[in-house]
Nanobody, 111 residues
Framework: QVHLVESGGGLVQAGGSLRLSCAAS????????AGWYRQAPGKQRELVATINVGGGTNYADSVKGRFTISRDNAKNRVYLQMFSLKPEDTGVYYCWNVDSWGQGTQVTVSA
């Protein structure tokens, strides 16, 4: 397993941007797909974006064109750059690496 720690969440107005960062420990991080999920109050956790070892990405339809996922395997980090944020993007954002989850970071977008 990999230990994951997210940072970068916060409160932002609609239309604003945030950059989430996930720091991973463990040598296998760079060999596995990583990603971000989110969970809004009263809703199930949902996929936001994933990135594989080769840099191939996958996004939820709701964030395509607004969010960008990237990774730096040398630093054991994965990032989520979020632009044009909407109130519906509010939730706890979790870093994921196959069988590991971070503790989550809160993102709140005000109208």
């Amino acid at each position: 397993q990999v230990h994951l720690v997210e940072s970068g969440g916060g409160l932002v107005q609609a239309g604003g941007s945030l950059r989430l960062s996930c720091a991973a420990s463990g040598s296998v991080f760079g060999t596995r797909t990583a990603g971000w999920y989110r969970q809004a109050p009263g809703k199930q956790r949902e996929l936001v974006a994933t990135i594989n070892v080769g840099g191939g990405t996958n996004y939820a339809d709701s964030v395509k064109g607004r969010f960008t996922i990237s990774r730096d395997n040398a630093k054991n980090r994965v990032y989520l750059q979020m632009f044009s944020l909407k109130p519906e993007d509010t939730g706890v954002y979790y870093c994921w690496n196959v069988d590991s989850w971070g503790q989550g970071t809160q993102v709140t977008v005000s109208a």
